[in-house]
C-alpha cells in the first residue's frame, strides 16, 4: 500500500509513519511546519520523505491519511479532492490495525505513553509486538501478531479501536472541548471498555477507574491491598524508586527504577500486569523496568553546568505536580523553576485555578503565552497568560525575547512544560548556557 499522511511531524503522525513503513507499505508525508521537531527522528532513520509545498504528486495508488489537527479546508487536502485520492481519519486507519492484531490498548488521562512504551518494551523482547507510541515512536514487523498503542480520548477517537486488552491508567477531567462533563468522559471510557474482547488491567486506586463495568476479566493494580498487584514498602530516593511487587497475595519481585514519582510507579504496574497475563518471563519484565530510561519529553533532563534542564509534555495540573514531585524527589537540595507554555484556550479556562494552584508550589514559575491552533482566542474572552499569572503566586510573563530571565536561575532545576512545541526556547537557552 502506499500512504500520503499530512500533518506527519505530529507525534501520533510520525508515529502512524513509522509503523506504516515498517509493515512495508510506501510512506510519504506533508507537513505545514518547517521547525524541527523530535518525531522527525523516526521518519529520517527511515528516509520517509517530508514535503511543505505542493510539489509532491501522488499517484492513484496514494490513500491520504491526515492528522486531526488539519481540517478539511485546508489547501493540501482541497487540492487532493481534486484528483479523488481515497482519503481516511487518521484514528480510523489505526482502527482498522487493531483489527488485524491482537492489540493492548493503552489508555487513561495520564500516563499512557511511558505505560505504552514500558508494555511494548518488554513485549517486543518476550515475543515481538508491533507499537504506536505517542512520543513519535512506532514499530512494526508483519510476523508480530501483538500490537500495542496508545489510545487518545481526544474527541473519541479511541472508539475507533478494537483492543484484545485494555488498561486504562486514571480518569480525569480533560479535553473540556469535546466532552461535557467528567461523566461523559467516564461514559466513553465504558464504551471502549465494552468493545475489548478479553481483559481490561485498572488502575483500581482511581475511583473514576472503578466506574467501569465490564463482564471480561478485570485485572486492578495500584498501592491498595484491594488490588489484584500491588506496590508495597516504597522507597523513593534520588536514585531509584524501589519497591516490591505482591500479585494475588504473594512476593513477585523487587524493582528499582530510575525513575521519579508516584506516578511512574502506577505505570510500571500497569506494564507488570498486562506482561503477566502474556506470560513473559519475569527477568524479561525485570530487566527492562529497572533499565527503563522513559519516554521522549517525559521528564527529559539536560545537565549544563550545574543547571538542569527538564522537558515534560505536561500540560495538566495533575501532570504538572507529577513533575513537580518528581523533581523534587531527585533533586532535593535545588529551587525547581517552572516554565509553563499553556496549549489551548479551553484547558486554560476550565483549569485555571487548578493551573495556579499547582504552579504557585514551585519556588517560581514562568508563564508564556496560550499557545494554539484549533481554538480563536476571541471565543475566550477574559482568557490568557496575564490573568494566569495574576493568579499564581511568584510568577512572571516569559517569551523567548525574554528568556534571559532564566539566567537569575542558574544551578538550579527549570521544568519547561507543554504538549506544545516548546523546544525552540529550551534549545535558546542552551544556547546561552552554553
Known amino acids: 500500500m502506499k500512504y500520503y499522511l499530512i500533518g506527519i511531524k505530529g507525534s501520533g503522525m510520525s508515529a502512524l509513519a513509522s509503523l506504516l513503513y515498517d509493515l512495508g507499505n510506501t510512506v510519504v508525508g506533508y507537513d505545514d511546519s518547517l521547525e524541527y521537531k523530535f518525531t522527525l527522528e523516526g521518519l529520517k532513520k527511515r528516509g520517509i520523505e517530508v514535503y511543505h509545498d505542493d510539489s509532491f504528486i501522488p499517484d492513484s495508488d496514494f490513500i491520504v491519511c491526515y492528522s486531526n489537527a488539519i481540517n478539511e479546508s485546508h489547501e493540501e487536502i482541497k487540492r487532493l479532492k481534486k484528483i479523488n485520492l481515497k482519503m481516511i481519519r487518521y484514528q480510523d486507519l489505526i482502527g482498522n490495525l487493531t483489527k488485524m492484531y491482537e492489540t493492548i490498548s493503552v489508555s487513561g488521562t495520564h500516563g499512557k505513553t511511558t505505560t505504552s512504551l514500558m508494555i511494548s ?3 517486543d523482547k518476550h515475543m515481538g509486538c508491533n507499537y504506536f507510541v505517542g512520543d513519535g515512536r512506532g514499530h512494526g514487523s508483519q510476523d508480530n501478531k501483538l500490537f500495542v498503542l496508545e489510545s487518545c480520548e481526544y474527541n473519541k477517537h479511541f472508539l475507533s479501536y478494537y483492543p484484545s486488552t485494555l488498561v486504562i491508567t486514571n480518569i480525569e477531567l480533560e479535553h473540556t472541548e469535546c466532552y461535557k462533563d467528567l461523566d461523559d468522559i467516564i461514559f466513553n471510557f465504558n464504551k471502549l471498555a465494552s468493545q475489548t474482547s478479553n481483559n481490561l488491567v485498572l488502575c483500581g486506586d482511581d475511583l473514576n477507574v472503578r466506574k467501569i463495568k465490564s463482564d ?10 484491594s488490588n489484584d498487584l500491588v506496590a508495597k514498602n516504597l522507597n523513593l530516593t534520588t536514585e531509584f524508586s524501589s519497591f516490591d511487587v505482591y500479585y494475588k497475595g504473594e512476593y513477585f519481585d ?3 527504577l530510575k525513575l521519579f514519582g508516584n506516578h511512574m510507579i502506577l505505570d ?12 513473559a518471563p519475569k527477568e524479561i519484565i525485570k530487566e527492562t523496568l529497572n533499565n527503563f530510561k522513559g519516554a521522549t519529553r517525559r521528564f527529559s533532563e539536560t545537565k ?3 543547571t538542569i534542564i527538564v522537558d515534560d509534555y505536561a500540560h495538566h495540573p495533575t501532570e504538572i505536580e507529577a513533575t513537580l514531585n518528581s523533581a523534587r524527589q531527585k533533586y532535593p537540595n535545588k529551587k525547581i523553576i517552572g516554565v509553563f507554555l499553556p496549549n489551548t484556550y479551553s484547558r486554560t479556562k476550565d483549569f485555571m485555578d487548578d493551573f495556579a494552584r499547582v504552579l504557585s508550589n514551585f519556588d517560581y514559575s514562568y508563564i508564556m503565552d496560550i499557545k494554539c491552533d484549533r481554538e480563536d482566542p476571541k471565543d475566550y474572552p477574559g482568557v490568557s497568560s496575564d490573568t494566569l499569572i495574576e493568579k499564581t503566586n511568584n510568577s512572571s510573563k516569559l517569551s523567548n525575547e525574554t528568556i534571559n530571565k532564566l539566567l537569575n536561575h542558574q544551578d538550579n532545576v527549570i521544568c519547561f512544560m507543554s504538549c506544545a512545541n516548546i523546544n525552540p526556547i529550551i534549545e535558546e537557552f542552551k544556547n546561552i548556557l552554553n
Open 254 to 256: 523487587h524493582f528499582d
Open 268 to 279: 510500571s504496574l500497569a506494564s507488570i500486569m498486562v506482561s503477566i497475563l502474556y506470560n
Open 216 to 225: 471480561k476479566n478485570i485485572y486492578y493494580y495500584g498501592f491498595s491491598d
Open 121 to 123: 518494551s518488554i513485549l
Open 304 to 306: 549544563i553546568n550545574n
